[in-house]
Nanobody, 122 residues
Framework: QVQLQESGPGLVKPSQTLSLTCTVSGGSITTNYYYWSWIRQPPGKGLEWMGA???????YYNPSLKSRTSISRDTSKNQFTLQLSSVTPEDTAVYYC??????????????RGQGTQVTVSS
C-alpha cells in the first residue's frame, strides 16, 4: 500500500518561494504508469490541482499556475518536490501530494497524503 508524506515549512513570507517535499513509501515513483501530483485546498474553497510529474519524469502543470510552479524528483530518495514562487496570502492552503494510476486520473488521484498546512504571511 503506497504511503505519501508531505514535509516543508508551515509558514512562508510573501514573495518568497514555497518548497514542499513528498516522500513516497510502498512503491517506486518510477513505476509505470504512475503520476505524482500536487493538489491544494485554500480555506473555504475546493481542491485545486497544481501539477504532476510522471513515472518517466515528464511534467504537467495547471496553466493558471504554470509560470510559478516547478515539480521535480529525486529517484534515489523516492521523493518529489513542489516549488511555488512569488507566493502571496492567496497561496495559503493545505497542500497534498498524491498518486494517480493513469494520466486520465491525474487531476483526481486515488491516493493522497494527509496534507500539510502552509500559511503565507509576513
Amino acid at each position: 500500500q503506497v504511503q505519501l508524506q508531505e514535509s516543508g515549512p508551515g509558514l512562508v513570507k510573501p514573495s518568497q518561494t514555497l518548497s514542499l517535499t513528498c516522500t513516497v513509501s510502498g512503491g517506486s515513483i518510477t513505476t509505470n504508469y504512475y503520476y505524482w501530483s500536487w493538489i491544494r485546498q485554500p480555506p473555504g474553497k475546493g481542491l485545486e490541482w497544481m501539477g504532476a510529474i510522471a513515472y518517466s519524469g515528464s511534467t504537467y502543470y495547471n496553466p493558471s499556475l504554470k509560470s510559478r510552479t516547478s515539480i521535480s524528483r529525486d529517484t534515489s530518495k523516492n521523493q518529489f518536490t513542489l516549488q511555488l514562487s512569488s507566493v502571496t496570502p492567496e497561496d495559503t492552503a493545505v497542500y497534498y501530494c498524491a498518486r494517480a494510476d493513469s494520466i486520465a486520473s491525474i487531476k483526481n488521484p486515488r491516493y493522497r497524503g494527509q496534507g500539510t498546512q502552509v500559511t503565507v504571511s509576513s
